[in-house]
């Protein structure tokens, strides 16, 4: 239910006017006069009125303003899902107990790197292995990823380890040759809101990464949801991966608070990712640490075996042996908010 504040200078036509053209709608609407506001509850299935149409309410003579009661959002929220969807891929899954770790480089760079890094981060505990194929860079003139070839790498790295695979799609135009090997998609911060690549993505049962925009609030990231979920796709996987602020002591601001935010709001999984989040490989283990006790379901981390080599984001990348070292440590804070690793 919905509803309208009135303002105290009402006429009784106003106010008629409202009721009918509620009705109009097919609502009933529940005037209640109190002693210091007059407000009218809206009955019915208020989830049908658009955003559009709250706005056009909000704006009528006697209106002071609208309460919407059900979230803009509707597939992704809690009203319309309360329990936690968990999403399986393969052995594993991202919402239950179990907290999965997506770990590997940045990008692609060549097979025997990437098998390197994939056996690496497996022993270590983590169970996928992410790479970009495609890579969204700030500059044109630095590495782009190596294409179709990645993504046959990251194919043969999963043959030969187990491990399913997580890769970004930058271009509609791009989905037969990502579906035919990423477990999982990726779609990154810079196309939250590229709105016909999550149509795009919605339209195939995929699982997908969907990470939060460089500037986008927790209502954008969850209206980007939305749009891959209106297409079918419910397998829509959130990831908090910092946001950019005033703050320039790091690469972005990690919004550790988004994550018990958005698990109040949806029932979708949330991961965090304090590679990108806070852009130096030292604050990777402390943020890591931080996400999980904050609720996350999942953890993105950057793994290179050699990270002052590393074609892209090497100075936020761990090496293996920091990497397993973090793992034991995240095995003990699981285990203290109640999840395991
Ligand atoms: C990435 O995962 O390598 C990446 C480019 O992430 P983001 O979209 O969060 O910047
Ligand atoms: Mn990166």
New binding site residues.
Partial sequence: MDIIVLKKSITAKELRHIVKKLEGKGFRANVSKGTERTVIGVIGDTSKITEDEANAFATMPGVDKIHRIIQPFRLASRDFKSNDTVIRIGKTAIGGKKIPVIAGP??VENLPALLDIAKEVKKAGATFI?G?AF??RTSPYTFQGLGEEGLEILAEVRKKTGLPVVT?IMDPRDIDVILKYADVI?V???NMQNFRLLQEVGSHDKPIVL?RGLSATIKELLMAAEYIMAQGNNKVIL?E??IRTFETATRNTLDLNAVPVLKRLSHLPVIV?PS?GAGQWKLVAPMSKAAIAAGADGL?I?VHTNPEEAL??GEQSLKPVKFRALMKELKAVAKAVGREI
Wanted: charged share 45%; aromatic share 0%; with cysteine.
């Fill in positions: 940045c990008a992410r970009g890579k969204p970004e990726q990154g911060a810079r990470k990831c991966r910092g990712d990108h993105m950057e892209s984001d």
